[in-house]
Structures are given as structure tokens and as C-alpha cells.
């Protein structure tokens, strides 16, 4: 299992949100590059980013700061989400560097568009699966579906699909500890790899999601905790590489 920093983009910036709320932002730093870099020199060995403001415009706002640490650091694995909802788009960011594309909303609103992806661009795409309630969330989480998190993610069971980032909106930001139960509950639904999301506070959010990764969660997005110092990096992903 590994550990995957968070960089959310939003004008540039690297910030962070609490349940996804745009309003409710916190800037971490000016200069995501550098952000990137930080996590790199202790060990990352994937990026987690999203573009916030692409995920309510539908089409790339940050993709500039995107493709800038792809250069950066060329031999890291990035994926990348947040307006993502074009082949167009999608072969722009590969172009750019970036390994694994996240369909969020176009996964919800036309199911066909992961299926050609997928058969376009084999092992370079990921479902973001983002809850409330257990219920699906698009728009940048701004609106709810009536879809929920276990059905959206079987439909793409024989797709090809890397992974499924999976996010309790509820969760996110707020420094409460991760879902560990529905995680665990989707991850053994499906035979899709599993990444989770939202919530991560200590290592003890760690401990408790690598007890049950044998359901299939291969990864943890990590973002506040990470910011505010609850999580050493380095210290959280050599403990991960003892019980590997």
C-alpha cells in the first residue's frame, strides 16, 4: 500500500478544502512545483492532483501548473483530476507527463466515455468515486446523484479501469479519520483496485486502512494531515514498506 501526497490546485495555488467546499479553502503554498518537490524529497512515489477550479468550469484551468511539475519531476507517476471531460483533454495531459487521468462526473453522466478511454489509453485511467452519504457527487462535488458508490463502481468492473479513487466527501478536510468501513466495504465489492480518500488524520488512519488492505485497497490519498504535520511522510510509508 502506498501513500499518495495531495495537491490541490486552485488559482495556482496549492490549497486545501474542507468537504469540498470552495468558500472554505486554506493556501498551503504559492508555488505547487515546489509543493511537489517537497513530497518527492521524502519519498513520494505518486502525486495525487486535482484541478478545483477545472472541476466546476468542466475543462482544464491549472493544467499550466499540471504539465510544470510533470517536468519537474519526469519519473513520477502523477494522476490527475478535476475537469476531465474530453478525449481531447485526456490526451493532452498524457502528452504532458501525467500517468493516470481521473473521470469524476463524466463517470456518473455518460459511463461510455470511461469504456472508450479506457480502450484508447489502456491502464492510464481511474474512477473517482466521491460520496455523500453514500451517494455520488459531481460538479466539483457541488451537486448530488441519486447513483451509488458500489453500483457506479461495478459498472466498470470489465473495463479496464486502474483503479477507483474513492473520497467520503464527508470526510474530506476535516481531520476526523478516514472511512475505514466503507472503504473496506467497496474495495471487497469489486475486484478494481481501491485508493482511498478523505479523512486521513494520523498514522493511526494508516494503520487501520493497511489491517484491511487485503480487500483490495492498494493506496491513501493523504492532504491536510500532511500540510499540518499530523503525518511524516517518510516515517508513514517506511512503516507501510515493513508490512509489505
Request: glycine share 10%.
Amino acid at each position: 500500500m502506498i501513500l499518495i501526497p495531495a495537491i490541490d490546485l486552485k488559482q495556482g495555488q496549492c490549497v486545501r478544502l474542507r468537504q469540498g467546499r470552495m468558500e472554505d479553502s486554506t493556501v498551503f503554498s504559492d508555488d505547487p512545483v515546489a509543493m511537489a518537490g517537497q513530497w518527492v524529497d521524502q519519498g513520494a512515489k505518486r502525486l495525487h492532483l486535482v484541478d478545483l477550479d477545472g472541476a466546476f468550469e468542466g475543462e482544464p484551468v491549472n493544467a499550466d501548473v499540471v504539465e510544470a511539475i510533470c517536468d519537474a519531476y519526469p519519473e513520477l507517476p502523477v494522476q490527475i483530476g478535476g475537469g476531465i471531460r474530453t478525449m481531447d483533454t485526456v490526451e493532452a495531459y498524457l502528452a504532458a507527463g501525467v500517468r493516470y487521468v481521473i473521470i469524476g462526473t463524466q463517470a456518473v453522466r455518460q459511463p461510455e466515455f470511461v469504456s472508450d478511454l479506457c480502450a484508447e489509453f489502456p491502464d492510464r485511467v481511474i474512477v473517482g468515486i466521491d460520496a455523500r452519504n453514500g451517494l455520488v457527487a459531481v460538479q466539483g462535488w457541488a451537486e448530488s446523484s441519486d447513483t451509488r458508490a458500489e453500483a457506479l463502481a461495478r459498472r466498470f468492473e470489465d473495463e479496464g479501469v486502474s483503479a477507483i479513487v474513492y473520497t467520503d466527501i464527508s470526510r474530506d478536510g476535516m481531520m476526523q479519520g478516514v472511512n475505514v468501513e466503507a472503504t473496506e466495504a467497496l474495495a471487497r465489492s469489486i475486484s478494481i483496485p481501491v485508493i482511498a480518500s478523505g479523512g486521513v488524520t494520523d498514522l493511526g488512519d494508516i494503520q487501520r486502512l493497511q489491517a484491511v488492505s487485503d480487500s483490495g485497497i492498494e493506496g491513501v490519498i493523504i492532504g491536510r494531515a500532511l500540510y499540518e504535520g499530523s503525518i511524516d511522510l517518510a516515517e508513514a510509508q517506511a512503516w507501510l514498506d515493513t508490512r509489505s
